[in-house]
């Protein structure tokens, strides 16, 4: 993103408006216009979706512009971070999808502060005015409507992403969760979540956890593949406790397995993996809690294997629990067999804590009805 602007660069005339910049004069949320004329709220949220549909930038409130460049300050005073928060809200409320790197910060100037609306890169594209239903794009210093033609090519990146990982994750269940495909079989080490529950009794038979991730980056062609050799790769938390050994080349990528789990991590940058006896029970009840806290932990430690090696979003991502009438533990006549969505999900990012909580509602709703 371009270098967010100070009262000295905007003083100095050094940034002026265009592609990453444009300057308000003021945005006064609760102002109407006569005769049917788009309200100022709208037209604060064209800009932003205009910023989010191209390659971000910075939407200056209170600056008075000539010819593009500054001319004076028409400073706020208040409260900074309720009126911060105000348009944060606005942001959130009103445009689709949800954009979630979008930040507000004040600017000191003198009488007061300006805001600047930090839009930086979203790759979730199209963005859309909900209050309109309006595409906008930035196009040089002013807004353009997305033609129809691109607003399907946008849509049509993720209708891909989700077949393609559909296409993945069912050659996956098909051809490498045997284990006479697991090309190295190795214990988990044990470390700070604590130890692995290791079970005593038929290993092949329970239900499990499965899980299939495809990164944007999947399709750049510019992006170096995967080698563990060759970047900085932080650990990641194994489900149960415990942490994934270092990960060994198999076939198409590399791996890291046990009896009980395996991630695989493809070179070029998806991600398949599956835990077998995923719950832990209290008072011989599925425990929810520990579910939704170890599913969390993991999740979190793929995220942040994947940042480190700056791979993001959006990703598409599968989650789903099979031979769940195999759980001795748990008999409930006419229970499902399997859980998880048919069709992935498509986040912004792994750390979004709803693609969790979704899940987990899912699975509670199976196991408890």
């Given at each position: 993103m371009t270098e967010a602007p100070t009262r000295d660069t905007i003083e100095s005339r050094r940034i002026a408006e265009g592609t990453f910049y444009d300057f308000k004069r003021e945005v006064d949320l609760d102002k109407k216009y006569p005769g049917g004329a788009k309200s100022a709220k709208e037209r604060f949220i064209d800009d932003v979706v205009a910023f989010l549909n191209g390659e971000g930038g910075h939407l200056i409130i209170g600056v008075e512009e000539a010819d593009g460049v500054w001319?004076?300050?028409?400073?706020?005073?208040?409260d900074r971070?309720?009126?911060?928060n105000r348009y944060l809200q606005v942001i959130q409320s009103t445009i689709v999808p949800l954009p979630t790197k979008v930040n507000i910060v004040p600017i000191d100037v003198p009488g007061g502060f300006v805001l600047d609306?930090?839009?930086?890169?979203?790759w979730r594209k199209p963005y859309q005015n909900a209050m309109s239903g309006a595409f906008y794009v930035r196009a040089g210093a002013r807004n353009r409507v997305l033609t129809v033609p691109e607003i399907r090519e946008h849509f049509a990146d993720f209708e891909r992403m989700e077949t393609d990982l559909t296409r993945l994750f069912d050659v996956f269940r098909r051809d490498l969760l045997a284990e006479d495909n697991l090309s190295s079989v190795k214990l988990l080490s044990p470390g700070p979540m604590g130890s692995l529950s290791f079970r005593?009794?038929?290993?092949?038979?329970?239900?499990?956890?499965?899980?299939?991730?495809?990164?944007r980056q999947h399709y750049d062609r510019?992006?170096?593949?995967?080698?563990?050799?060759?970047?900085?790769?932080?650990?990641?938390?194994?489900f149960n406790g415990g942490w994934y050994p270092r990960l060994r080349g198999c076939g198409g990528g590399f791996e890291a397995a046990s009896t009980h789990e395996r991630l695989f991590v493809a070179t070029d940058w998806h991600i398949l993996g599956w835990v077998k006896h995923p719950f832990d029970f209290t008072r011989e009840r599925p425990d929810m809690a520990a579910f939704r806290e170890n599913l969390g932990r993991f999740i979190a430690s793929i995220s942040d294997f994947l940042l480190e090696a700056r791979v993001v979003g959006p990703f598409a991502i599968t989650l789903a629990?099979?031979?769940?009438?195999?759980?001795?533990?748990?008999?409930?006549?006419?229970?499902?067999?399997?859980?998880?969505?048919?069709r992935p999900s498509v986040m912004e990012s792994l750390a979004d804590p709803r693609l969790i909580d979704d899940f987990v509602a899912q699975v509670r709703s199976v196991l408890y009805g």
């Open positions: 001319d004076k300050f028409v400073p706020m005073s208040g971070e309720k009126i911060c609306v930090q839009v930086p890169p979203h005593s009794d038929n290993e092949d038979a329970g239900p499990r956890l499965l899980f299939g991730i495809l990164p510019s992006r170096p593949r995967y080698d563990p050799s060759k970047l900085s790769q932080p650990a990641v938390a194994a629990i099979e031979n769940l009438d195999e759980m001795e533990e748990w008999p409930r006549p006419g229970m499902a067999n399997e859980v998880g969505d048919s």
